[in-house]
């Protein structure tokens, strides 16, 4: 009974009445429409709206489309060349419209040759004191009542050679219209589950097609759109959450205990109250890792929400149940970071702690693979170097990964390769990521949040200034540093052309020098290509307050913690992304002073760019300036985008939907909860469809 359904709209598109071979062809090479199903498929992307008319008196100076009843009294070709058209009068009781037409001209001519009365719909402009208007739609009123005009009519996108052939405009529709009459409701089965259909107000699947083509009215057209688009992102959901189920079933370590070295931790050295989000992560982990499956998290916390110390307790965690921990940084300076923080944390407890990266070499480095490997080392830490393939450890219980962006899928995956059964993963990014891309990219990971920074932090002022206040801005850093603090000032740093950043960046230096009259500030520089016994020399003296200003590029985006430094001067902030600033505004705020982030730009930034800057100064939160920037920059512009899928959408937008996508998401997980493999009879059609879809790869590989 399944399996004839679909087969009219398999149908390919030559056999429509109407189109036959050449036109076929040209349907195929310009719309991609190989099929009934394809044109059904290809929505219009405005309408028409024919339900209500005006007098040309009073077509309103908006440019909006109009539609006017009248008479054609006159009609002739003026112009040569270029500039020949077609030119017609057209009157109603109240007034005049031109009516112009550049091309088609001899065929128009016969239309309006005889006069009579018209309905003409399109866009009036004015143009020397009367009303004109350019190729308007025409029909001739004595052939047709005006209720033979639906309210909307549809339309399609068109291509030149669409035009050619006559398959644009009314020619298009009408073969819609004749698709349409072949088509009944048996041939478009609901593939929806009835309870989802009557629990959200779906339109039924039928009817959402022939109203998105041809509406009755906005109110049903919307109803269309929004069934078509619950479809299409409830579809896209099951196919990623359905991968996310399989993965419980990888087999991972059970942690069965908490044991003495946590409770001891715990009890005896950690340093504060954790907060109630750090808590209930805890506990997120902790169940993750009894189940006997694979964890694999990702732990989204603001800049300063206070991630280390959760990743150092799993850790302990972990050795508790006899198996070693790892923890990976992006970059050598925050990795030393967490060395260096995290020995003195455990310094009171027997706990061997290890560090290594690529430049860590000969004697030391042996000396570290051979105690990874026999199991002394309970805890590594490092940059990427330590996944390395000759890197071998004992028995790898968790790894994680901090800073996850600048951290690939294959480098993920290599970490699963470290054991026979693969290590638990955290993975923690203070980027937050847009809640469309956790949906998506991120869609196989369980998130966890820590939502609310740890008490006691002030609020850190952000100041938009251009270039032209250079001068006050470097005062207002020189009187902060009287008063004790430090500052950063950070340079862009594009890759594409690392010499002339390097260059911006000394001249810069340079600059700040001149005004801080070196000899009574201490500044320091840091960049990415400075050797990295110099680069860790400049480092630490602003880290033990040595130096007052930090000269910088973004290699202090992530990580460095100086709770001293109470500004953050931002040079060319309009070539930072939104995440990136917010990143690097985290990095003052971490004491009891006021701090202040300054977006300094060129006076001549685009207003895209000024509305970047005001989204810095009017908000706080990571996750909504995560949001912002997906909005202002674009989906492809964000990591991870491309590879979601989530640009494949037809007609559901990833940033514009994002209520719905979670709304299907949520549909999509109770639905696979309860029937995994859709077998129950009322997620037959459901099944069907997806395995009859282009992509049906994806169902039928995971299930
Ligand atoms: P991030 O999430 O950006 O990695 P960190 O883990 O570096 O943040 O924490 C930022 C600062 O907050 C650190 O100095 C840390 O000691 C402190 N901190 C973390 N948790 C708490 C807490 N519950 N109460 C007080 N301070 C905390
Ligand atoms: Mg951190």
Redesign the pocket.
Known sequence: MFTHKNDILLTPIEYLKGVGPHRGEVLRKELEIHTFGDLLTHYPFRYMDRSSFVKVNSIPEDGAYVQIIGKITFSEIVGTGRGRRLVATFKDETGMLELVWFQGISWMEKVVANGGLFLVYGKAVRFNGYWSMTHPDMDKLESLSLDQFPNFQPVYSSTEKLKAKSLAGRNYVKLVQTLFSQLSQKDIIENLPSDIITQHQLMPRYEAFVQIHFPSDQILLQKAVHRLKFEELFVHQIGICKLKLNQKFIHGYRFTKVGDIFNQFYSTYL?????DD?KTVLREIRQDTQTGAQMNRLLQ?D???????VALLCMLLTIDNGFQACMMAPTEILAQQHYVGIKELLKDMPIHIEYLTGNIKGKARKEVLKQLANGDIQILIGTHALIEDPVVFNNLGLSIIDEQHRFGVAQRAKLWKKNALPPHVLV?T?TPIPRTLAMTSYGDLDVSV?KNL???RKPISTIHRNEIHRAKVMDFIRHEIDQGRQAYIVYPLIQESEKMDYENLTAGYEQVKQFFHAHTYNICMVHGKMPQDEKEQNMNAFIKGNAHIMVATTVIEV?V?V?NASVMLIESAERFGLSQLHQLR?RVG?GADKSYCILLTSSKITSNGKERMMTMVNETSGFAIAEKDLELRGPGEIDGTRQSGALDLHIADIVKDVNLMELTRNVAITLLKQDPDLMMDSNRNLKEFLLTRKDKEVWSRIS
Not at 271 to 275: A, H, K, M
Not at 303 to 309: D, E, L, M, N, Y
């Open positions: 340093p504060f109250e954790l907060t750090q916390g800049v300063g929400s206070g991630k280390t110390i923690m203070a820590i740890p008490p006691g990580g913690n709770p985290g971490r």
